[in-house]
């Protein structure tokens, strides 16, 4: 099984029991979507979350590039506070399907190139609920943060982040750096919880989050990352990070509903 020049091995092994979904599956859908997914991660530094033997064995997150990733991951050498990291990142679908190759199942980028590194070029907030928070209400938090993101000058977009919440996030200039987004995402997310304190909370502290959502907008930090635009999550079913239009908020079920056998990911090219 060949995608993009890279030769799949195992492509019948399968990673998820639910759906019954294999190696081959997710390298199809990666191959079909990578041209959508690619303006979304190119020339970002990434962590990936890699599950060689399936999503219910042993998964681990990986940023450094390691051995045995293909010629076109690359890597990304940078200072930060007196120390050096290296990343690494990738600019063609060739790239992203050596990363599946290696068993990558998860893509998270950052919210800078590496062109550009010090300056974000756009600004996240994860909706996260507590267990007890109907979706519905996800729904409604969405609305308002495109409200306030909308007041302050900013078009925003959605997405499912195939887990339990959504991602609405707005396009920056590229011309402040981290701190000032980060205060800036901040401040929206601490507006939410002083105007609706029993609906939502704006701290990492899980034992406040009884019965609120959690706006975490600290994915807006020096070498945070937040999941990609069509990305696969390594749950039971392999749902999506789907990305969707505004009108189509009201018809949706969950943050999980859309996976990579599912019509919406197959019409995603």
Known sequence: MDFHGVTITHPERVISETG??????????????????LPGIARRPISVLRC???????????????????????????????????????????GVMELIQMGVVEIHPWGATVD???YPDRMIFD???????????????????????????YTSKL???????????????GKEKWAPVKELAASV??????????AFVATMTKAKRTGKIFIDYFRNDYTA???????????????????????ELDGLRAGNQFTIKGPRAARAV
């Open 159 to 173: 997405k499912t982040t195939g887990g339990k919440g959504l991602h609405v996030t707005a396009a920056l200039e």
């Open 52 to 94: 060689p033997e399936g999503f219910a064995a042993e998964c681990f997150y990986q940023r450094s590039p390691g051995k045995g990733f293909g010629s076109d991951v690359h890597s990304f050498p940078f200072q930060h506070k007196g120390k050096s990291y290296e990343y690494f990142y990738v600019e063609s679908a060739t």
């Open 116 to 118: 550009a590194i010090d």
């Open 225 to 247: 990352t937040a999941i990609a635009d069509y990305s696969v999550r390594a749950r039971p079913g392999a749902p999506v990070a789907m990305p969707i239009q505004w009108t």
């Open 127 to 153: 909706l996260d609920p507590a267990d007890d928070v109907p979706f519905a209400a996800v729904k409604v938090a969405a609305q308002e943060l495109r409200q306030r993101l909308k007041k302050l000058g």
């Open 189 to 198: 997310a601490h507006g939410m919880v002083e105007d609706a304190p029993e």
């Open 20 to 37: 019954h979904i294999t190696k081959g599956d997710l390298a199809a859908y990666y191959a079909r979507v990578v041209k959508r997914l």
